[in-house]
Nanobody, 117 residues
Framework: QVQLVESGGGLVQPGGSLRLSCVAS????????MGWYRQAVGNQRELAAH???????YYADSVKGRFTISRDNAKNTVYLEMTNASPEDTAVYYC???????????WGKGTLVIVSS
């Protein structure tokens, strides 16, 4: 059972920056497809960005050019760097880990990001 723990959420002003972190318990973290999803009040959970084991990245159009996902396999950690934040980025951000060999997906409990002045 993979455990994911997110941190780094909080209040940020419009135009500001924030870095989210997610630490995974699994030592085989490098094989996982890691993603950041977000869910705003009243909305469905949506993919913001993901990064493959090879380091290839994908971004939703809504965050492209403002968010950067990265991973440090030595630390079992994935990051989401948020810049030029807007109120529309306000949401609970969830870390996900997908094991392609076992077709298993795991979720963290989420971290709340509020973009407001």
């Amino acid at each position: 059972q993979v455990q994911l723990v997110e941190s780094g959420g909080g209040l940020v002003q419009p135009g500001g920056s924030l870095r989210l972190s997610c630490v995974a318990s699994e030592s085989i973290f490098p094989i996982y497809l890691m993603g950041w999803y977000r869910q705003a009040v009243g909305n469905q959970r949506e993919l913001a960005a993901h990064i493959t084991s090879a380091g290839d990245t994908y971004y939703a159009d809504s965050v492209k050019g403002r968010f950067t996902i990265s991973r440090d396999n030595a630390k079992n950690t994935v990051y989401l760097e948020m810049t030029n934040a807007s109120p529309e980025d306000t949401a609970v951000y969830y870390c996900s880990a997908y094991n392609p060999y076992h077709d298993m997906n795991y979720w963290g409990k989420g971290t709340l990001v509020i973009v407001s002045s």
